[in-house]
């Protein structure tokens, strides 16, 4: 059942990916930087909340509000960008947290970051509805009203909260107070549990690019201009609005709530958020499914540190070894591994890797693959990872030959090499787009190696001219490996070679660039 519910998840997304793709390109598309664009939104919300803060009365709220709506050049855009933004960041939430779940990564290592996710965006709502009920309009009122009724049926109050709005007295000034501390507060909340949902990434980026966060900066900025909102009628005391202007974002429970009683809504509510936390429980693949997180074969390690460099997930760190050949040796905490094998391609030793997976463990298949394919020196070999080919389309292939892995970034040069020096006229490598490479860096540290010379590094000795790294989210994918091949074709290519004396050596990371090393075993 999951299954079926995370392939369809899958077969939604991959269409509105191409289709984005199409629109504002890879680096730009705005499905991959979800995560990022609700950051921004939250960044924007405390800038524009810490103005209409200043204009704020808890004694008169509806009319301070109304009063800041009347500043034609300041207050009534800045409410509207406000309010806009606070919309954006729970659309931006929600496609972020459908992705995750589409592509798998909320179980395992990756359940913190769901779970502390799910809590996030609870208290980021509340926060949002403490926003709404500050103005006191009827909107704010219905909200009020709703959740009072709701927590009624909690035993928490010596009182009904629900008298709070019966009778003519108007409410008391420590109720908008209330409101106002935890419209304050509930942001610092936010900050912690943000800090709490990347705290096991490396080089988690917060903001999207700076060309894309200025372009969504200032369309929101249009719309509030062009677009602002105003006023809705202040709250009534002594009735209830029978027309209530909701705000789809944060009051699309309210007819779901006046339809039931007290205790079928926290039913609602408690069903709702149990499915959605049980997640990285019912997405954990079966036991003989679920891939092994890397080893570290202490004999290869020659402390370089580059493995520990490059995991996106600070799942390796270096600990004193006691066979004195060196100083320190690399160690995986398996807690923290998610099996992207992104170390396999650091390691060029070739020491590092999951089970079976280790760079090693490549050359071993690439012969097995050579053996059997047996590529000439007019074919290209394709390596694609299990996401990246399903960019690939039929007719993109052509007479390539394809070489699948699990991810672009795990792929180790000397594989690559393996390749051509055995025959094939080139290779190219299909990756995932690199804003939305499934284990975060891989297509950065790929590019790196065969392109920038960063450690496990393609040599020199490998023309470049036969090798080409290809987005398979770009356009003209098609097109793309058969302008590929025509130049392979038209390359002196050596006779293959049977006998390859491949280099393990590695040079070892600046001590400046080297992380902390962990003293604990």
């Given at each position: 059942?999951?299954?079926?519910?995370?392939?369809?998840?899958?077969?939604?997304?991959?269409?509105?990916?191409?289709?984005?793709?199409?629109?504002?390109?890879?680096?730009?598309?705005?499905?991959?930087?979800?995560?990022?664009?609700?950051?921004?939104?939250?960044?924007?919300?405390?800038?524009?909340?810490?103005?209409?803060?200043?204009?704020?009365?808890?004694?008169?709220?509806?009319?301070?509000?109304?009063?800041?709506?009347?500043?034609?050049?300041?207050?009534?855009?800045?409410?509207?960008?406000?309010?806009?933004?606070?919309?954006?960041?729970?659309?931006?939430?929600?496609?972020?947290?459908?992705?995750?779940?589409?592509?798998?990564?909320?179980?395992?290592?990756?359940?913190?970051?769901?779970?502390?996710?799910?809590?996030?965006?609870?208290?980021?709502?509340?926060?949002?509805?403490?926003?709404?009920?500050?103005?006191?309009?009827?909107?704010?009122?219905?909200?009020?009203?709703?959740?009072?009724?709701?927590?009624?049926?909690?035993?928490?109050?010596?009182?009904?909260?629900?008298?709070?709005?019966?009778?003519?007295?108007?409410?008391?000034?420590?109720?908008?107070?209330?409101?106002?501390?935890?419209?304050?507060?509930?942001?610092?909340?936010?900050?912690?549990?943000?800090w709490l949902h990347l705290s096991r990434l490396a080089r988690a980026p917060l903001m999207p690019p700076r060309g894309l966060a200025w372009s969504v900066t200032a369309i929101l900025l249009g719309l509030s201009v062009l677009w602002p909102i105003g006023m809705a009628a202040p709250a009534a005391v002594l009735g209830l609005p029978t027309e209530i202007p909701l705000d789809v974002a944060y009051g699309f429970w309210v007819p779901i709530s006046r339809a039931l009683p007290g205790w079928a809504g926290w039913l609602v509510i408690g069903a709702g958020s149990a499915a959605v936390l049980i997640v990285p429980r019912v997405t954990r693949p079966k036991p003989e499914k679920r891939p092994e997180p890397s080893t570290v074969n202490g004999r290869f390690c020659t402390e370089c540190y580059q493995c520990s460099i490059d995991c996106p997930y600070e799942a390796i760190r270096m600990v004193p070894r006691e066979d004195g050949r060196f100083d320190y040796v690399a160690e995986v905490d398996p807690e923290l591994c998610v099996s992207c094998g992104i170390c396999a391609g650091s390691c060029k030793p070739m020491g590092v890797g999951p089970p079976g997976r280790t760079g090693r463990d490549q050359l071993e298949r690439v012969r097995q693959f050579l053996r059997t394919e047996r590529p000439g020196p007019d074919q290209v070999v394709v390596v694609a990872c299990d996401r990246s080919a399903d960019w690939l389309v039929a007719g993109a292939r052509g007479d390539a030959i394809e070489y699948s892995v699990p991810c672009a970034g795990s792929v180790h040069t000397s594989a690559i090499e393996l390749m051509l020096r055995r025959g094939a006229g080139g290779v190219a490598v299909v990756t995932c787009p690199p804003r939305d490479c499934w284990s975060r860096e891989g297509v950065k540290w790929l590019e790196a190696r065969v392109h920038g010379g960063r450690e496990a590094e393609l040599l020199p000795r490998v023309s470049r001219d036969r090798v080409r790294l290809i987005n398979g989210a770009e356009p003209g994918l098609e097109e793309g490996l058969a302008r590929f091949a025509a130049d392979v074709r038209t390359l002196d290519l050596p006779a293959p070679e049977r006998e390859v004396e491949l280099d393990f050596e590695c040079d070892p990371v600046p001590e400046e660039e080297r992380p902390s090393v962990s003293t604990a075993r």
């Open positions: 059942m999951i299954r079926t519910l995370v392939n369809a998840a899958l077969r939604v997304l991959r269409p509105l990916d191409r289709a984005f793709n199409r629109l504002y390109g890879w680096r730009f598309n705005p499905l991959y930087q979800s995560g990022t664009l609700a950051v921004l939104m939250f960044v924007i919300l405390l800038v524009t909340g810490v103005y209409l803060l200043l204009f704020y009365r808890i004694g008169s709220p509806w009319a301070s509000v109304a009063a800041i709506t009347d500043q034609a050049w300041g207050g009534r855009w800045i409410r509207t960008l406000h309010r806009y933004a606070s919309d954006a960041a729970i659309v931006a939430i929600v496609i972020h947290a459908f992705r995750m779940f589409a592509q798998g990564r909320s179980w395992g290592p990756r359940a913190l970051a769901w779970l502390s996710g799910v809590v996030l965006t609870g208290v980021f709502f509340i926060c949002g509805w403490t926003g709404y009920v500050m103005v006191w309009d009827v909107h704010g009122q219905i909200l009020a009203i709703e959740g009072a009724r709701m927590l009624d049926v909690l035993p928490l109050f010596s009182e009904p909260l629900g008298r709070t709005f019966v009778g003519p007295e108007p409410l008391p000034g420590a109720f908008f107070f209330m409101n106002l501390f935890l419209h304050i507060v509930l942001p610092i909340g936010v900050g912690a549990l943000l």
